[in-house]
T-cell receptor
């Protein structure tokens, strides 16, 4: 059974810092891995999708990497801003559904 | 509007009542998914449709839950005889055909069962 773990569970940093959020999964037979952002009480916003054959994807200040063999992905956020404060969820595409981790709650203070 | 929409956004009901939620996916998307999210947890898969066919249901989807997607367009999720444990955010997502495609999520329907 696929299990997804995210570390740390919460993170509080000053504005301007570079951040790394970690995601690990137990079964390397995945189709893809997707990173989402969720603001309190809201739905999910897709940030990056990495296919199983890819090693990384970049969008603006965000970079996500995937190492299938070790069952790990990282989300790198450069030059963090208060507007980045949210919960970040990773999800692995496994057969026909996404399996989510419990998220990392990020707070960026001015 | 090109996003996934869900209605209602909030629902408060008494235990034992039936509730129905609606999801309108992005128009060209063939796949539609339902997930449930409780406080402090990641979303959990409930069921998905490819066009009008319901292809998989999670064990979380007890016989009190039913989902439909008539004509492969919008979908409804009905919960009969609601219980307090059904209180959660119900999220809908849609994507193009394959699981390798990005899933786009709606804003969710927050259900509170009193």
């Amino acid at each position: 059974k696929q299990e997804v773990t995210q570390i740390p569970a919460a993170l509080s940093v000053p504005e301007g810092e570079n951040l790394v959020l970690n995601c690990s999964f137990t079964d390397s037979a995945i189709y893809n891995l997707q990173w989402f952002r969720q603001d309190p009480g809201k739905g999910l916003t897709s940030l990056l999708l990495i296919q199983s054959s890819q090693r990384e994807q970049t969008s603006g200040r965000l970079n996500a990497s995937l190492d299938k063999s070790s069952g790990r992905s990282t989300l790198y956020i450069a030059a963090s801003q208060p507007g980045d404060s949210a919960t970040y969820l990773c999800a692995v595409g496994n057969t026909d559904k996404l399996i989510f981790g419990t998220g990392t709650r990020l707070q960026v203070f001015p | 509007d090109t996003g996934v929409s869900q209605n209602p956004r909030h629902k408060i009901t008494k235990r034992g009542q039936n509730v129905t939620f609606r999801c309108d996916p992005i128009s060209e998307h063939n796949r539609l998914y339902w997930y449930r999210q409780t406080l402090g947890q990641g979303p959990e898969f409930l069921t998905y449709f490819q066009n009008e066919a319901q292809l998989e249901k999670s064990r979380l989807l007890s016989d009190r839950f039913s989902a439909e997607r008539p004509k492969g367009s919008f979908s409804t999720l009905e919960i009969q005889r609601t219980e307090q444990g059904d209180s959660a955010m119900y999220l809908c997502a849609s994507s193009l055909l394959a699981v390798s495609e990005t899933q786009y999520f709606g804003p969710g329907t927050r259900l509170l069962v009193l």
